[in-house]
């Protein structure tokens, strides 16, 4: 069966268009059932794979043929696990610039292509990010008719919708949006899925394309991430647990990145004695794979480490966003500024509609529109400083 994928929409306004469609995200994400679904709707289609090794070597050694056999009759061409090709960027050029044909690739890792290929295909290219199912997608599999209401709901939510929709929630945040985790039947094959999961992203992902040797150190930086989401990462702190220095550090994490596994996000500044300018944080795009990192499952009002899952959950829902953290050297912080223009708290255990003294702090000092302040309880709004904030529950963030 087919579940629908949110990224389907904004494909659709380029199909006509002239660019190449790539579709990049991790593995066992949904790239080639998506890029099959476009296949299905369109005319005069052909689905290639550089899976297939002999099909592969053809297009790298011999592109006229490749294109003349595989090309020329057809109009749509689908070419999935893409990063396989070696000088694929110079050679989809070659197609793109001969022929008129409309060419969508798919890829596990965008490692390959930013490297080698952009130079290229400059122009010539629309990139895709297919992540694992946001909480949203993920409603939608597990209850439509709760979906549609989640679609519809603001500031006016009220309390028995809130909290039928945090049931749902809850398990999102543990077991995260993988679409075969989201289908497995129980909580231990969900487990299972995740740690196979795991293993993929360090053997074949990130150790094999990256060419990383020393595995243990990288997971090792993995864990270390995975224990303090939603802190400054200081560098020589890492590198000194780990055991690598600090350019090679920031190389991990640039490639976890790149693997889509995790993400950095700066700081958000304008007085540079004041406020913390360099150090990012780091989150992770899948809950359910950082808790198999930590080996914890527990339901979230079980855990030490609610808080930090809720900033995550956050996070990820306005990952296409301009994301970014707020902390002053004196220790002021918010966790997130959205758009450089919008403050935004997360809380997971407030009582009363009441900000704190570090929201009060920036409110003053940078006057925005409005603020937002997400928690499980609370909601609706107040004024502070002139400035109105809103208080809604974590999953409504999509109203920002």
Known sequence: MYYKRDLENKIEQYLKTPEIIAIFGA???????????????????????????????????????FIALYIEPYEHIFIDEFQYAKMGGKHLKYIYDTTDKKIFISGSS??????????????????????SFSFGEFLRVKDENLHKLYIKADENISLAISKKIYSHLDEYLTYGGYPRVILSK???????????????????????IAKIADETK???????????????????ELSKLIGVNSPQLKEYLSIFEKAFLTKTISPFFTNKQLEIVKNPEIFFFDMGLRNAIIKNFLPLENRGDKGAMLENFVFRELVERDVKYYRTKNGAEVDF????????EIKSNLTSIKISKSYHY???NYKPKVGYVLNFNQIGSKVFNGIEVKFLPHFLNRVI
């Open 27 to 65: 593995r066992q994400i949904g790239k080639t059932t998506l890029l099959k679904e476009f296949y299905h709707r369109v005319s005069n289609p052909i689905f290639l794979t550089f899976e297939d090794i002999e099909l592969k070597i053809l297009f790298e050694e011999d592109i006229k043929s």
């Open 218 to 236: 990288m997971y090792k930086l993995l864990k270390a991430l995975s224990l303090q989401i939603g802190n400054v990462v200081v560098y020589s």
């Open 362 to 364: 920036f409110l003053e």
């Open 337 to 344: 500024i959205i758009d450089d223009s919008i403050p935004i």
């Open 110 to 131: 965008a490692m390959e292509l930013s490297i080698n290929a952009v130079k290229y295909l400059a122009g010539r290219i629309f990139v895709f990010n297919l992540y």
């Open 186 to 208: 129980s909580k231990e094959e969900k487990v299972e899925v995740l740690k196979n999961l795991l293993s993929i992203y360090l053997l074949r992902d990130i150790k094999e």
